[in-house]
Nanobody, 125 residues
Framework: QVQLVESGGGLVQAGGSLRLSCAAS????????MSWFRQAPGEEREFVGG????????LYQDSVKDRLTITRDNAENTAYLRMNSLKPEDTAVYYC??????????????????WGQGTQVTVSS
């Protein structure tokens, strides 16, 4: 398994932006498909967006695809989630997840081998 550490969460006003980071311990980061999930209080964990290891497939949840951007820096072993125009309903704990060499099914949590500890995002109205 890969160690994943998220950072960048915090409290932001509605309409604001945040960039979450997910640092991976693996030197083989370039072979990892990276995705973001979130879990709000009392809700099930849901897929937010993901990028395959080649970068050729990027998938977003429909409700956020116009506001979120996933990127990765293989030299830094880090994946990013840029969130713009944040809404109170975006409040959740955000988790990054890694899977080895997956191109498809990025929105299925069962394909991921490693998960971070999560970072809290709170959007105030």
């Amino acid at each position: 398994q890969v160690q994943l550490v998220e950072s960048g969460g915090g409290l932001v006003q509605a309409g604001g932006s945040l960039r979450l980071s997910c640092a991976a311990s693996a030197s083989t980061f370039s072979t990892l498909s990276m995705s973001w999930f979130r879990q709000a209080p009392g809700e099930e964990r849901e897929f937010v967006g993901g990028m395959s290891w080649t970068g050729q497939n990027i998938l977003y949840q429909d409700s956020v695809k116009d506001r979120l951007t996933i990127t990765r820096d293989n030299a830094e072993n880090t994946a990013y989630l840029r969130m713009n125009s944040l809404k109170p309903e975006d409040t959740a704990v955000y988790y990054c997840a890694a899977a080895i060499q997956k191109e498809f099914g990025l929105n299925h949590s069962e394909i991921y081998d490693s998960w971070g500890q999560g970072t809290q995002v709170t959007v105030s109205s």
